[in-house]
C-alpha cells in the first residue's frame, strides 16, 4: 500500500495552551498544514469540508471525548478511512490499548515535547 | 519571532494562568469535601488531568509528575467511590498543597529569575523545576566587609555575588537579575551614591527589585531616602547575620520551605473555605476546624502559628476558647486573630483583652486578610527568632539546642532511630582573643560557625552554646558517623590560615560526642557529651573522643 504524504492534520484539543504550543510544533516545526478544533462538536462539523489525512485527538475532554469524537468522525462517510492518532496523559497501557483498539495508529503521551511532537506523528503516520 | 521566542511566549503566558488554575482546582476540591457532587467532581479530575498532560510540555515537569499522581488518585475514588472527608493528611491535599507551592514557585521564579525560566527544549521531559532564584547581589567597597558578610550569607545557601563599584553593578544588572540585592550606602562617589544607584534602577524597572542597604549611619533623613529610593530594609553595621539571612528569606521566598501555619476556627463552613483557599493561594499551610471543641487537638497535631477565629460560635465563644488556649504556656505566644461582624468597639476590647491580637470585621478583603495574617507571622516568627538564635552566628542558643535536643531523643525514641549529640570547643580561645583581640575573635566564632552549618548535613542542628562552645545534634546518626563527619572539618579547619594585622594564625578545635546508643535521656547525653569534650582537651586536643558506653 503506497502512503499518501502526509499534509493536513485537523487537531482535537480543548485547552487553548496546549493549543498553541501544538500548532507552532505541528505548523512552524513540522511544516504541515494544521487546524484546530476546541471540541468535538466543532471537530464534527469542519471535518468534512476540512478533509484531513489525519487525525489528532485529546482523549479527555468536556463534551465528547477524543475515542466519541472518533467514532462519530468515522460515521461520515468520507472520512471512515482517515487514520487517528491520540494524545494524552493517560499511563496506563490497558486504556492506551483501549485507545488503539478503537483503529488509532498510535498514542502520543502527554506531556509532548514541541520540538519532536512532529517528528513522532510523522513516525507513527509511517508506521502504517 | 523564532520558534523559541514563541514558545517562550506561550510558556508566559502558561505560568500567568497557572494560579487561576490551582484556585480552581482547590476550590473545587474544598466545594467537594463539604458537599459531593459529581459535577463538581468530573470537572475537578478534568482539570487535574490537563495539568498533568500539559504542565510537562512548558517544562514543569515536576508538577506535571504530582498533577499525574493526583489523576491517578481521582480515578480510585472514581472506581471505587470513595468520597474522602476532611483530613489534614487526606492525600489529595497533600498533593494540592504540592501543587500549590510548585505553582509559587514557578510563579516567582517567573518574576525573580528571567534566566531560569528558558524553555529547556531539548529536555523537557526530565527538565525539573527551576530552583527559586537564591542570587544575591552585594554591592559593597570595603571589601573585608563585603567578603565576610558573602561568606556568612551563602552559608545560608544564597549564591552572592560582590560588586566593589557601583558601575560594575549597574552593569551586571543588565545582564542578570538578581533575587535581592544588599547595598552600601556611602561611595567615594557620594555620601548616598548607593541609594541613588537603586532609585535609578528601581525607576526603570517594572518588577520591584528587594533590596537592602547597609550602613554605618542610621540618621533618619538617610532612612527615608533609603525608603523612598525602593528600599526594603535598612541595617546598620556591624551587620546582624541572622537578621540580614532572615529579611532575604523574607523577601526572596527562598528557603521559605516553611509554609506558615494558619489555623482557622470558625462553625461556618462555607466562609471558613473562603478564607482558607485565599490564604492557601498565597503559599500558606492552612487547617480549618469548623467545632471549637476539636481546636486543642488541632493545635498539638498541626502546631498553628497564627489563629484566625470567629468570635461567635455555638457551644463556645471565640473569647472563652482564646482564654482557654492562652491557659496553656506553650499557647501563650500564638497570635490569635478575631474575626467577626462586630463593629461595637467595646465588644472589640473586650476580645482583646481575652488574649485576642487583633480584630477584623467581617466582611474582609481578601489581600486584608492576607496582609494582616502575614506582617503578624512574620513579627512573630522574628521575635522567636530573637529570643532563640544568636546574633553574632546566627546559630540556635543553647536553651533552644537542650530544647531541641529534647525533641529530637523523644523523636529517635518512638521512631526506633538513633541520634547523637556533639559538644565542640574552641582550643585556646582566650589567647587567640588575648593576641589578636576581640574582633578576631569574633571573626574565628564566625568562621567556625559557617564551617559548621555548611559542612554539616541540612538536617544537622548546630548551635552555639556558649563562648566559643558549639553543639550539633545530629539527626538519625551514630556517634561513630557523627565523630566522622566532625573529625573531617576538624582536620580542615586545622590546616586553615587567619590573619589579623599581617599576622597569620591557625585555631583549632576538640569535640565530645554521645548519643542514643549509649545513653538514653537528655541529662545524660549532654553530661557524656561534656565530659567525652574534657577527655579530648586533656588528651591534647584538636581530637575528637566519643562517649564510651559504660560512663
Not at chain 2, 142 to 150: N, R
Not at chain 2, 261 to 286: K, N
Not at chain 2, 312 to 335: D, F, T, W
Not at chain 2, 483 to 508: D, M, P, S, Y
Request: a negative charge; proline letters at 3%.
Amino acid at each position: 500500500m503506497v502512503i499518501k504524504t502526509l499534509e493536513k492534520i485537523l487537531y482535537v484539543e480543548d485547552e487553548m495552551d496546549i493549543q498553541s504550543v501544538a500548532k507552532i510544533a505541528i505548523e512552524t516545526v513540522g511544516g504541515f498544514t494544521l487546524k484546530v478544533c476546541s471540541s468535538g462538536d466543532e471537530a464534527l462539523n469542519e471535518a468534512e469540508s476540512y478533509a484531513p489525512d489525519l487525525f489528532l485527538l485529546d482523549v479527555m475532554m468536556p463534551g465528547l471525548d477524543g475515542p466519541s469524537t472518533l467514532v462519530k468522525l468515522r460515521e461520515i462517510a468520507s472520512l471512515s478511512q482517515v487514520p487517528a492518532i491520540f494524545m494524552t496523559a493517560k499511563v496506563q497501557s490497558s486504556e492506551i490499548d483501549e485507545l488503539l483498539q478503537l483503529g488509532a495508529l498510535g498514542v502520543i503521551p502527554k506531556p509532548f515535547d514541541p520540538m519532536t511532537l512532529a517528528t513522532q506523528i510523522k513516525k507513527i503516520w509511517e508506521s502504517q | 519571532m523564532s520558534i523559541e521566542e514563541k514558545l517562550r511566549e506561550l510558556k508566559n503566558t502558561y505560568i500567568a494562568h497557572l494560579p487561576d488554575k490551582i484556585m480552581e482546582i482547590q476550590r473545587l476540591w474544598d466545594g467537594l469535601i463539604s458537599d459531593w457532587q459529581k459535577d463538581a467532581f468530573d470537572e475537578l479530575h478534568r482539570l487535574i488531568h490537563s495539568l498533568a498532560g500539559s504542565a510537562g510540555t512548558f517544562g514543569f515537569s515536576h508538577m506535571g509528575d504530582v498533577a499525574r499522581s493526583a489523576d491517578k488518585l481521582l480515578k480510585d475514588y472514581r472506581d471505587s467511590g470513595a468520597r474522602p472527608g476532611k483530613s489534614k493528611n487526606n492525600e489529595f491535599e497533600l498533593l494540592l498543597n504540592k501543587l500549590s507551592k510548585l505553582c509559587t514557585e514557578i510563579s516567582l521564579t517567573s518574576k525573580n529569575d528571567a534566566i531560569s525560566v528558558e524553555l529547556s527544549l531539548e529536555s523537557s521531559q526530565e527538565s525539573s523545576v527551576p530552583i527559586v532564584g537564591n542570587r544575591i547581589f552585594l554591592v559593597e567597597d570595603d571589601e573585608e566587609t563585603a567578603k565576610e558578610l558573602s561568606l556568612q550569607i551563602e552559608a545560608f545557601g544564597y549564591d552572592v555575588s560582590v560588586f566593589g563599584q557601583i558601575n560594575d553593578f549597574i552593569n551586571a544588572m543588565n545582564d542578570l537579575s538578581p533575587a535581592a540585592v544588599i547595598m552600601d550606602i556611602v561611595f567615594p562617589e557620594g555620601q548616598q551614591a548607593g541609594i541613588d544607584a537603586i532609585r535609578e534602577i528601581q525607576r526603570q524597572r517594572v518588577l520591584h527589585l528587594p533590596v537592602i542597604y547597609i550602613s554605618s549611619s542610621g540618621d533618619l533623613k538617610t532612612r527615608l531616602n533609603a525608603v523612598r529610593s525602593g528600599g526594603d530594609a535598612y541595617l546598620t553595621k556591624p551587620i546582624d547575620v541572622n537578621l540580614i539571612v532572615e529579611t532575604l528569606d523574607v523577601l526572596t521566598s527562598f528557603n521559605a520551605n516553611d509554609q506558615y501555619r494558619i489555623l482557622i476556627v470558625d462553625d461556618d463552613e462555607y466562609l471558613s473555605q473562603h478564607f482558607a483557599t485565599v490564604l492557601r493561594h498565597s503559599g500558606m499551610d492552612v487547617m480549618v476546624v469548623n467545632q471549637p471543641f476539636e481546636t486543642m487537638q488541632a493545635l498539638l497535631d498541626f502546631d498553628p502559628e497564627l489563629i484566625l477565629m470567629d468570635i461567635y460560635m455555638p457551644e463556645c465563644s471565640g473569647m472563652e476558647l482564646a482564654k482557654v488556649i492562652r491557659q496553656n504556656i506553650s499557647h501563650i505566644n500564638i497570635p490569635i486573630v478575631f474575626l467577626s461582624n462586630e463593629t461595637d468597639q467595646e465588644q472589640q476590647y473586650a476580645a482583646l483583652r481575652m488574649g485576642g491580637d487583633d480584630y477584623l470585621t467581617k466582611p474582609i478583603e481578601d489581600n486584608h486578610l492576607i496582609s494582616s495574617v502575614i506582617t503578624r507571622v512574620q513579627r512573630s516568627r522574628k521575635l522567636a527568632s530573637a529570643i532563640t538564635r544568636d546574633s553574632l552566628t546566627g546559630l540556635v542558643n543553647h536553651a533552644k539546642i537542650r530544647e531541641q535536643l529534647e525533641i529530637e531523643v523523644l523523636r529517635a525514641e518512638r521512631q526506633g532511630t538513633v541520634v547523637s549529640f556533639a559538644m565542640i570547643d574552641l582550643d585556646y580561645f582566650k589567647s587567640v582573643n588575648d593576641t589578636y583581640g576581640h574582633v578576631a575573635g569574633d571573626h574565628i566564632i564566625r568562621e567556625i560557625s559557617r564551617v559548621l552549618k555548611q559542612k554539616l548535613r541540612r538536617t544537622d542542628i548546630v548551635g552555639r552554646y556558649g563562648g566559643e562552645e558549639f553543639a550539633v545534634i545530629f539527626n538519625d546518626t551514630t556517634e561513630e558517623d557523627a565523630a566522622f563527619a566532625l573529625n573531617k572539618i576538624r582536620e580542615e579547619f586545622a590546616q586553615k590560615t587567619h590573619f589579623r594585622n599581617n599576622e597569620e594564625f591557625r585555631v583549632t578545635f576538640s569535640a565530645g560526642v554521645s548519643g542514643f546508643t549509649s545513653h538514653k535521656n537528655v541529662e545524660d547525653i549532654v553530661k557524656s557529651a561534656d565530659e567525652s569534650l574534657y577527655l579530648a582537651k586533656s588528651k591534647g586536643r584538636n581530637c575528637i573522643v566519643i562517649a564510651n558506653d559504660k560512663s
